[in-house]
C-alpha cells in the first residue's frame, strides 16, 4: 500500500515538473528598457524592445533587418499582445523624456507562430488535420449488416493517410461522429454538422465514406463486390473538396474473410487519388487563406468598426478583413484568414483586448462565428 502510495505521488509530481517545465519553455522572462515623452510611452518602448528579443531567438539579426517593415507592421504593432505581464523596475525622468526599465513576460509561443505565419521561419505548411467518419447509410444489405469489416476500411484510409505524413483524429472521435450519423440520419445530408463537428476536433478535413455491396457464395469460397464512396470536406467552408468511388471485391473462405480484404483494400484504393487534392487545397488555403465570417453583437459604431478592422488587418494571419453589414447592434465580417479556425478566434481576441472590449463566443458554426460584447 505505502509502494502504491508513494508511486502516485512520484508520478505527480514528475506531471506537475513536466507542465511546469513546459509553461516557462513557452514564456521567456526578459529585461527591456524604453524612453519617451510620457510614462506609457515608455513602457511601450519597453515592451517592443521585450519582443524584438523573442524575436531574435527565432529570427537571425540579418533575417530580421531583411524583413524588417514585415515584423513592423505584423508584430511589433501588438507588441502588448505579447507582453503577458511587466514589472517597472526602474523610472528615470530627464530633459523632459521618460525611461523605464521593465521585466517582461514574452509569450513565445504565440510570437513564434506569428513570425512563422509571415512565411520568415517556415519553409513548408505541413500537412492538415483529417477526421476520418463512417456513415451506416448503405449497409441495407442484409449480408453487410453488422460486420466488422467497416474497421478494415478505417484502416485502409488511415494507413494511406499517415503514410503520407496527414495527420489523422483519433478513431474514438470517428466512432462518436458514426453514431450520431445513425441516431440522426441528418448529417449526410447537412455538411455544415459534418463540417463543425470536424471543427470540434481541430481538423481541417472530414473525409466521410460509406459502402455498400453483394456476396456471391461458392462452393469452395465466398466472394464479395464493395462500393466505397467518400467525400472530402473543407471543415471551415463547409463544402466538398472532392469524392471518390471505388469497386472492389474480394473472396475467402468465410464471409468474414472476404470482407476484411476488400475492406483494406477499399480503404486504401478509395483515399489514394484524394491526396494530391487534398494537398493542393491545403497549400492554397494556407497561401491565401479561407473565408471566415465574424459576427460582433455590441458593436455598430462607425468609428469603432474602423478600429477593429484596422487593428485585425494588421495580424499576420490576416489577408484581408472587411466589414460587409452593421446595424441593429450588430457588425459583420468576413476575413480572408491563413490560419486554423481557433486561431482566428484567438486574434479577434487580441484585437477585442487591444480596443478595451470584453468578448463572449456565443454562436460558431462551419466558418461563421457571433461573438457578445460584455
Known amino acids: 500500500m505505502y509502494r502504491s502510495s508513494r508511486k502516485v505521488i512520484l508520478t505527480s509530481l514528475f506531471v506537475f515538473v513536466l507542465a511546469l517545465f513546459s509553461s516557462r519553455a513557452m514564456a521567456a522572462e526578459v529585461t527591456a528598457s524604453g524612453e519617451g515623452p510620457t510614462r506609457d510611452q515608455a513602457i511601450k518602448a519597453a515592451m517592443r524592445y521585450a519582443v524584438e528579443q523573442g524575436i531574435g531567438t527565432f529570427v537571425k539579426s540579418e533575417t530580421m533587418v531583411q524583413n524588417m517593415q514585415l515584423i513592423d507592421d505584423k508584430i511589433f504593432s501588438h507588441s502588448k499582445g505579447y507582453v503577458t505581464n511587466y514589472t517597472v523596475v526602474k523610472e528615470e525622468k530627464s530633459d523632459g523624456m521618460v525611461r523605464v526599465t521593465i521585466k517582461a513576460t514574452v509569450d513565445n509561443k504565440i510570437l513564434k507562430d506569428d513570425i512563422e505565419a509571415l512565411g520568415i521561419l517556415r519553409k513548408n505548411v505541413g500537412n492538415p488535420r483529417i477526421l476520418v467518419a463512417y456513415s451506416t447509410k448503405g449497409e441495407s444489405a442484409p449480408a453487410l449488416k453488422g460486420k466488422d469489416f467497416v474497421d478494415e476500411i478505417y484502416n485502409g484510409i488511415v494507413e494511406a493517410l499517415t503514410d503520407r505524413q496527414f495527420r489523422v483524429v483519433d478513431k474514438r472521435a470517428s466512432e462518436k461522429f458514426s453514431q450520431q450519423v445513425a441516431e440522426t440520419h441528418e448529417i449526410d445530408v447537412d455538411l455544415n454538422k459534418a463540417a463543425a463537428f470536424g471543427l470540434q476536433y481541430q481538423a481541417e478535413y472530414t473525409l466521410y465514406y460509406n459502402v455498400s455491396g453483394e456476396v456471391k457464395e461458392g462452393a469452395v469460397s465466398t466472394g464479395v463486390k464493395l462500393r466505397v464512396k467518400s467525400q472530402l470536406i473543407d471543415n471551415t467552408r463547409s463544402q466538398i473538396v472532392t469524392s ?36 493542393k487545397s491545403w497549400m492554397e488555403m494556407q497561401q491565401n487563406g479561407s473565408l471566415y465570417t465574424v459576427v460582433l453583437d455590441g458593436v455598430d459604431d462607425p468609428e469603432e468598426i474602423a478600429k477593429f478592422t484596422e487593428l485585425f488587418e494588421k495580424f499576420p494571419l490576416v489577408n484581408s478583413a472587411k466589414e460587409v453589414e452593421s446595424g441593429g447592434g450588430k457588425s459583420t465580417f468576413e476575413a480572408e484568414y491563413k490560419g486554423k479556425r481557433d486561431q482566428l478566434d484567438r486574434d479577434v481576441l487580441r484585437a477585442c483586448k487591444e480596443l478595451g472590449w470584453t468578448m463572449k463566443k456565443i454562436r460558431s458554426e462551419g466558418a461563421r462565428s457571433t461573438w457578445k460584447k460584455q
Open 244 to 279: 471518390k468511388v471505388v469497386e472492389v471485391t474480394g473472396s475467402g473462405q468465410t464471409l468474414n474473410n472476404a470482407l476484411e480484404k476488400a475492406g483494406r483494400d477499399g480503404g486504401k484504393k478509395v483515399v489514394i487519388p484524394m491526396l494530391d487534392v487534398i494537398q
